[in-house]
């Protein structure tokens, strides 16, 4: 049984979900901006706890690389890093766009394209275009949204 802890704070949702051998088992989402920072630990400590697991118990952590909130990806990294090294455990880097994809591959045939899109304010969003094999066909880039 791998037992990964996932963590999310490239966008406003501060996202934390344990998962089993690819099983969702406990999942918690925080709506609230700016309060990534304040929170992220507690939501770590109650995913796992909820699931009736211990911070011990893990095999492994995962946690969005970006892109998105520069900020916030700061703040998963570094807290990510931090259980990594005081556990000795690995840590796994996932690229946001391509986890949001991967989520639709599925849906879709091969005549299809994905597109997933963050917001990067200022009329920006970051995006990425994958078939549905997960090959990438854009590189991930700021596009202006006119």
Same mark, same amino acid.
């Given at each position: 049984?791998?037992?990964?802890?996932?963590?999310?704070?490239?966008?406003?949702?501060?996202?934390?979900?344990?998962?089993?051998?690819?099983?969702?088992?406990?999942?918690?989402?925080?709506?609230?901006?700016?309060?990534? #920072?304040?929170?992220?630990?507690?939501?770590?400590?109650?995913?796992?706890?909820?699931?009736?697991?211990?911070?011990?118990?893990?095999?492994?952590?995962?946690?969005?690389?970006?892109?998105?909130?520069?900020?916030?990806?700061?703040?998963?990294? #570094?807290?990510?890093?931090?259980?990594?090294?005081?556990?000795?455990?690995?840590?796994?880097?996932?690229?946001?766009?391509?986890?949001?994809?991967?989520?639709?591959?599925?849906?879709?045939?091969?005549?299809?394209?994905?597109?997933?899109?963050?917001?990067?304010?200022?009329?920006?969003?970051?995006?990425?275009?994958?078939?549905?094999?997960?090959?990438?066909?854009?590189?991930?880039?700021?596009?202006?949204?006119?």
């Amino acid at each position: 049984m791998s037992l990964i802890l996932s963590i999310d704070t490239s966008t406003k949702v501060c996202s934390v979900a344990l998962h089993s051998d690819g099983k969702l088992l406990a999942i918690s989402e925080l709506y609230t901006e700016k309060s990534h #920072s304040g929170m992220l630990t507690t939501l770590c400590e109650n995913v796992v706890r909820y699931a009736g697991f211990s911070l011990n118990d893990l095999d492994a952590f995962a946690v969005a690389k970006g892109p998105g909130s520069y900020t916030g990806l700061r703040i998963g990294v #570094s807290t990510a890093k931090g259980f990594c090294f005081a556990l000795d455990k690995p840590l796994i880097a996932v690229n946001t766009l391509e986890a949001m994809a991967y989520q639709l591959k599925d849906f879709y045939d091969e005549t299809h394209l994905l597109c997933p899109m963050i917001d990067a304010r200022r009329m920006e969003v970051y995006c990425q275009i994958l078939d549905n094999q997960m090959n990438v066909i854009s590189e991930t880039e700021a596009k202006i949204i006119n």
